[in-house]
């Protein structure tokens, strides 16, 4: 079934460890995004990449990278995680621009101790 | 100022009675409005979008928007709900910064739909 996958479900880790969020589309869409979801806050923007082998600073990058080698795969990594990290991502991507419908992932909980 | 601003933050109503969302955006942003849904323990799913043309668009579910140029507003609404609706609902906006495109979504309404 053609969609986005993120991995893992859900995850509990210790401040100031190094942990990367996997997200994968089969839907061979150009344009890919990471958002963080905290209650109140609704859904912010980290990092998107419009095409394979570019990326760009959402409205929270701080702390957060991205990578986009291939078309299919855009990897989330949090060098050093703080508590303040604790949230809920979700990926998404679009067939090309931002006004084309978005398509989500299923989110990855992640709670920095 | 807030770019997208979804004032209620939770909406109790009754099955089959009428209900609105409301969405207000503001100049920072451009007019390519959209609602999304997000049903418990799920991502996000596209309800509708207006990006030009007839004001008022309809979606999917029943759900249906009017962009209101003069109040800066796309408001939700749907004339008879479900249990099913029963769901976090989000409006979004691109907002255009040098040159640059980006989604930004208002904190979200939460629809309870009571029996």
């Known amino acids: 079934i053609a969609g986005i996958t993120q991995a893992p479900t859900s995850q509990i880790l210790a401040a100031g460890r190094r942990m990367t969020l996997r997200c994968t589309q089969d839907?061979?869409?150009?344009?890919m995004y990471w958002y963080r979801q905290d209650l109140g806050l609704g859904l912010r923007l980290i990092h998107y990449?419009?095409?394979?082998?570019?990326?760009g600073k959402g409205e929270v990058p701080d702390g957060y990278s991205v990578s986009r080698a291939n078309t299919d795969d855009f990897p989330l990594t949090l060098a050093s995680a703080v508590p303040s990290q604790t949230s809920v991502y979700f990926c998404?991507?679009?067939?090309?621009?931002?006004?084309?419908?978005?398509?989500f992932g299923p989110g990855t909980r992640l709670t920095v101790l | 100022a807030q770019s997208v601003t979804q004032l209620d933050s939770q909406v109790p109503v009754f099955e089959e009675a009428p209900v609105e969302l409301r969405c207000n955006y503001s100049?920072?942003?451009?007019?390519?409005l959209f609602w999304y849904v997000q049903y418990p323990n799920q991502g996000l799913q596209l309800l509708l979008k207006?990006?030009?043309?007839?004001?008022l668009v309809k979606g999917i579910n029943g759900f249906e928007a009017e962009f209101n140029k003069s109040q800066t507003s796309f408001h939700l609404r749907k004339p008879s709900v479900h249990i099913s609706d029963t769901a976090e609902y989000f409006c979004?906006?691109?907002?255009?910064?040098?040159?640059?495109?980006?989604?930004?979504f208002g904190t979200g309404t939460r629809l309870k739909v009571l029996a």
């Open positions: 998404a991507s679009s067939r090309e621009g931002l006004t084309d419908t978005q398509y």
């Open positions: 839907m061979r869409h150009n344009a």
């Open positions: 990449s419009n095409t394979a082998g570019t990326t």
């Open positions: 100049s920072s942003v451009s007019v390519y």
């Open positions: 207006y990006l030009s043309g007839s004001t």
């Open positions: 979004a906006a691109i907002k255009i910064t040098s040159g640059t495109y980006k989604y930004i």
